[in-house]
Antibody
C-alpha cells in the first residue's frame, strides 16, 4: 500500500524559503508511471496545485508560483521535496504531497499524504 | 487558466436524500474531471475520475456525469458519513491543474 508522509518546519519567517520533504513507501519515485507533487490548502484560497514531477521526465509548476517553486526527487531516499522561496503570509497553508498517474488519462490525485501545516510568521 | 466553478457552495440535506453538486469549467475539458471528498481534519480522498469512473472502494451511491464544461456529482442516498466538503478538479493539461472552490454538504 502506497504511503506518503510530509515532513519539515511548521514555522517559516517571511522572505525565507519553505522546504518540505515527502517520504514515499510502497512505491518508487523513479517510476515513469506516476507524477509526484504538492497541493496546498489555505482558508482563503481553497485547494491549489503547486506542481508535479515525473522523475527524469518532466516537471510542471503552477504559473502563479513558478518563479518561486522547485520540486525535485532523491531516489536514494525515495523522497521528493518542495522548495518555495520568498514566502509571505499568503503562503501559510496545509501542504499535501500527492501522487497522480502519468500518461494520457492521468492527472488526478489518487494518493495524498496526511498534510502538514506551514505558518509564515 | 481554466477556472472551475462549483455550486452550491453549501447545501443541507436529510439522510436518504438525493444530492447533486455541479461543477462548471470555463472552457471544455472533455471528460478530464475528478471529484474528491474531504472530511474535516483529513486529506482529500478521490471519489471519481474521468468524470464518471468510480475509484476502487468508493460506495456506489456516488456517481459522476458530464463532459465538456458541465459536470455533476450525485449522492443517490445521503448518509451521515457523507458530511464533508466536495471538490472538483480538472486535469485537461498536466501543465495547469485546477480545483473548484468546494461544496460543503451538511446533514439536516
Amino acid at each position: 500500500q502506497l504511503q506518503l508522509q510530509e515532513s519539515g518546519p511548521g514555522l517559516v519567517e517571511p522572505s525565507e524559503t519553505l522546504s518540505l520533504t515527502c517520504t514515499v513507501s510502497g512505491g518508487s519515485i523513479s517510476s515513469k508511471s506516476y507524477y509526484w507533487g504538492w497541493v496546498r490548502q489555505s482558508p482563503g484560497r481553497g485547494l491549489e496545485w503547486i506542481g508535479t514531477m515525473c522523475y527524469s521526465e518532466r516537471t510542471d509548476y503552477n504559473p502563479s508560483l513558478k518563479t518561486r517553486v522547485t520540486i525535485s526527487g532523491d531516489t536514494s531516499k525515495n523522497q521528493f521535496s518542495l522548495k518555495l522561496t520568498f514566502v509571505t503570509a499568503a503562503d501559510t497553508a496545509v501542504y499535501y504531497c500527492v501522487r497522480a498517474d502519468s500518461g494520457d488519462s492521468g492527472g488526478f490525485f489518487n494518493y495524498w499524504g496526511q498534510g502538514t501545516l506551514v505558518t509564515v510568521s | 487558466d481554466i477556472q472551475m466553478t462549483q455550486s452550491p457552495s453549501t447545501l443541507s440535506a436529510s439522510v436518504g436524500d438525493r444530492v447533486t453538486i455541479t461543477c462548471r469549467a470555463s472552457q471544455s475539458i472533455s471528460s478530464w474531471l475528478a471529484w474528491y471528498q474531504q472530511i474535516p481534519g483529513q486529506a482529500p480522498k478521490l471519489l471519481i475520475y474521468q468524470a464518471s469512473s468510480l475509484e476502487s472502494g468508493v460506495p456506489p451511491r456516488f456517481s459522476g456525469s458530464g463532459s465538456g464544461t458541465e459536470f455533476t456529482l450525485t449522492i443517490s442516498s445521503l448518509r451521515p458519513q457523507d458530511a464533508a466538503v466536495y471538490y472538483c478538479q480538472q486535469y485537461s493539461s498536466y501543465s495547469l491543474l485546477t480545483f473548484g472552490g468546494g461544496t460543503k454538504v451538511e446533514i439536516k
